[in-house]
C-alpha cells in the first residue's frame, strides 16, 4: 500500500485512529512499525487526540487496603469508560502506590514504603512503563512533587522541591524522559515554605503548583501559590485573593482550573476532608483581580460535598456524603447526580486523562495482573 499511497496520506489517515488499533497495525509491515513508532508520530498522534477526542478523568478509588484506577468520560454522562489494568512493576506487594500526576497519557506514579522507594512513567493505553533511575533524598528533607510536560523541549519532567530542617531550601531534583536521568537545578529558592500534603499537583501553562506560606515571629500566615516552570526552570509566585493571604497552609489546597488555570480550596479544618469553606478560581491565569470566589459551605451545607475537581466544561466534580458522584454547576447553583455510586469515602480526582503512543518507543511492557 505504501508503494502507491504517499505517506502523509498514511498518516493522515493513522492519526485519527485509536491507539489500540495502531498498537496492532504495528505488525502490518516494518514500515507501518518503523511510522508509528517514530517520535514525530506519537506527537502528531497526541495532538488529533487532544483536539479531536473527548478527554477521560482519572479517578482513584481505595478501598479494602486496595486502590483501583478508572477512567470516566468527562462529558455530561459522566459514563466509565474502563477500568485500567494496574501492572505489577517489580515492587514489593506491601508497596502502596500515589499518582504524582497525570499529563498527555502518561501517569507519574511513586510507590512508598515510608520512604519513597521507586518512581515509575507508566502508559496504560499502551501498557508499557519505564523505571526512573534511583534517587537519594536524606529523611530529613520534607519533599513536594510535581510532574508536567515540557514544551519547549518537547520532554516529560518531575520536580522534587525540598526543605531541611530550619526551613532551608535544597536544591530541585529534576528527572528528564528525554535524558533519562535525573539533575539538580539551581533555581533561586523562593521566599516562601512549601509543606503540601497533597502529592499530585495542578501542572498548568507548562508550571507545578503549591500552597506556599511564611509564618512570622508573632505566629502570623502569609500565603501564596509557589510555582515552578518545567521549561525555564525558575520558581515564581502567584498572590493570593486578599482574604486567603493569612491563612495557614493546610487548610488551602490547589486544583486545576480548567485547561489554562487554577483553582484553590479553601477548608475549615485542616484536618477534616469534607469540611470545604470556600472554593476560588482564577479565571485569567497569572492576574490576580481575576480571583473569583465561586462556591461557600454557607449555601450548600446539605450537600455536605468533597469538592474533587473541575470538568471540562467547568463544572465541579463532587462526591457526596451518601456515597454518590455529582456535578455542581456554577451558574446555576444546580446538582445533577451521575450514576456512580462509592462506597468507600477515600476517593481522588488525579486528573485529566488521553490516550496516547508516548512511551511507545522507549519503554518496556508491564507485566498484567487479573481484576
Not at 29 to 47: A, G, N, R, V, Y
Not at 57 to 65: A, P, V
Request: proline share 4%; hydrophobic share 40%.
Amino acid at each position: 500500500m505504501s508503494d502507491y499511497i504517499p505517506v502523509e496520506v498514511i498518516v493522515e489517515i493513522l492519526k485519527r485512529l485509536p491507539v489500540k488499533s495502531l498498537v496492532r497495525f504495528r505488525s502490518v509491515c516494518k514500515t507501518w512499525d518503523t511510522l508509528i513508532s517514530h517520535p514525530c508520530f506519537i506527537s502528531t498522534h497526541l495532538q488529533a487526540s487532544l483536539s479531536n477526542n473527548t478527554p477521560f478523568l482519572l479517578l482513584s478509588y481505595w478501598e479494602n487496603c486496595k486502590k483501583d484506577y478508572f477512567l470516566h468520560y468527562d462529558n455530561d454522562g459522566f459514563d466509565e469508560f474502563k477500568q485500567l489494568q494496574f501492572p505489577v512493576f517489580g515492587c514489593a506487594s506491601d508497596s502502596r502506590s500515589f499518582v504524582l500526576g497525570s499529563c498527555n497519557g502518561l501517569i507519574c506514579l511513586c510507590f512508598w514504603n515510608g520512604v519513597v522507594s521507586k518512581f515509575i512513567l507508566w502508559n496504560p493505553s499502551i501498557q508499557k512503563y519505564i523505571s526512573l533511575p534511583r534517587l537519594r533524598i536524606s529523611n530529613d528533607v520534607h519533599i513536594n512533587f510535581g510532574f508536567g510536560f515540557d514544551s519547549r523541549a518537547n520532554d516529560y519532567k518531575l520536580v522534587i522541591i525540598g526543605l531541611e530542617k530550619g526551613d532551608t531550601w535544597i536544591k530541585p531534583f529534576l528527572f528528564s524522559l528525554n535524558e533519562n536521568c535525573w539533575k539538580r537545578v539551581n533555581a533561586i529558592p523562593p521566599s516562601y515554605t512549601s509543606y503540601s500534603r497533597e502529592l499530585s499537583v495542578p501542572f498548568v501553562n507548562g508550571a507545578v503548583h503549591w500552597i506556599g506560606f511564611q509564618k512570622r515571629n508573632n505566629g502570623v500566615f502569609t500565603t501564596a501559590i509557589l510555582g515552578f516552570d518545567l521549561s525555564a526552570e525558575e520558581f515564581f509566585e502567584i498572590s493570593l485573593p486578599e482574604s486567603l493571604i493569612g491563612l495557614g497552609p493546610m487548610v488551602l489546597s490547589t486544583i486545576k482550573y480548567g485547561e489554562s488555570s487554577i483553582a484553590v480550596l479553601k477548608r475549615n479544618q485542616a484536618n477534616e476532608l469534607w469540611d470545604f469553606a470556600e472554593l476560588w478560581v482564577m479565571k485569567e491565569y497569572g492576574v490576580v483581580g481575576s480571583w473569583t470566589k465561586v462556591l461557600t459551605s454557607t449555601l450548600h451545607r446539605r450537600w455536605f460535598p468533597y469538592i474533587l475537581g473541575f470538568t471540562k466544561n467547568g463544572e465541579v466534580l463532587v462526591q457526596l456524603d451518601y456515597g454518590k458522584l455529582a456535578s455542581l454547576d456554577l451558574n446555576f447553583q444546580q446538582m445533577e447526580l451521575h450514576g456512580v455510586e462509592v462506597t468507600t469515602k477515600l476517593i481522588s480526582l488525579e486528573g485529566s486523562y488521553v490516550e496516547s503512543l508516548v512511551l511507545l518507543d522507549k519503554a518496556v511492557d508491564v507485566h498484567r495482573v487479573n481484576l
